[in-house]
């Protein structure tokens, strides 16, 4: 993906991106990133700065480092979550999956590894950007790429063909269609569909995974619609087209 595509709503104001990392170089190869992308770019260097800036510029979207000098970046996220509602991407170093894990629980909308890609960031922005404008509205018939689901009438169809789940599966691909193309964790999974006495038995979530990824395949690959991000969750892929051949 070209770093020049455009961001949502340019004939309006140009969404703002909070970037709060302590590494220069990271900040200046987003800045260069994000203005080149449309956006109005803001940066922080520590949690404090962080706090300011959200205090006083409407931010967009907040693309978040975990390892801050002043503080946790998970602990300002839980901050920030009390208080704004937006979107937040975490930004963190490879093998910090609990740390991820907990970013989501947390209320992160996704998260990226570093290095990072700018074509995958930017694309991520855009999609959490996106979803904060649909989750206004409570509709009863849910799409998602090939997907769409009819909750009143529990009626499931991939690519326009019938698909018959158990009333779990179904409970399951609601909330994943709900968060489409975001990270879902086990245990947040397993609070949605479950229930909060479940504890720690994720592998329920694993097993009902299993069968409804079976269910959810799409014909040339059988690729699912389901990706397994290892160690963290589950993905509903929100880039695969709602019919064959498109
Ligand atoms: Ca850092």
Redesign the pocket.
Same mark, same amino acid.
């Given at each position: 993906m070209s770093i020049h595509s455009s961001p949502p709503n340019l004939s309006i104001a140009p969404p703002t991106v909070l970037v709060v990392? !302590? !590494?220069y170089a990271i900040r200046k190869y987003l800045r260069i990133a994000l203005e080149a992308a449309g956006y109005r770019y803001l940066e922080a260097a520590d949690a404090g700065t962080a706090m300011k800036q959200l205090a006083s510029e409407a931010v967009g979207a907040i693309v978040l !480092?975990l390892?801050?000098p002043d503080r946790d970046g998970i602990d300002l996220l839980r901050e920030i979550r009390t208080t704004f509602g937006v979107p937040i991407i975490i930004i963190s170093a490879r093998g910090q999956e609990r740390s991820k894990i907990e970013a989501l629980d947390a209320g992160a909308d996704d998260y990226l590894t570093k290095p990072l890609s700018t074509g995958e960031l930017l694309a991520r922005l855009r999609a959490v950007m996106r979803r904060k404008q649909d989750d206004s509205s409570a509709e009863q018939v849910l799409a998602a790429g090939p997907i769409t689901m009819d909750i009143v009438r529990h009626q499931v169809t991939l690519r326009g063909n019938p698909i018959s789940l158990t009333p779990l599966e179904f409970k399951l691909l609601e909330v994943l269609v709900r968060h489409a193309g975001r990270v879902l964790t086990h245990r947040f999974l397993l609070r949605e569909v479950w229930g909060s006495g479940y504890g720690n038995r994720t592998h329920y979530v694993r097993i009902y995974m299993n069968s409804l990824r079976r269910k959810l395949q799409t014909g040339e690959k059988g690729q699912s619609c389901i990706s397994t991000e290892i160690g963290v969750g589950y993905r509903l892929r929100d880039d695969i087209e709602p019919r064959a051949g498109d």
């Open positions: 990392e !302590d !590494d !480092d390892g801050l």
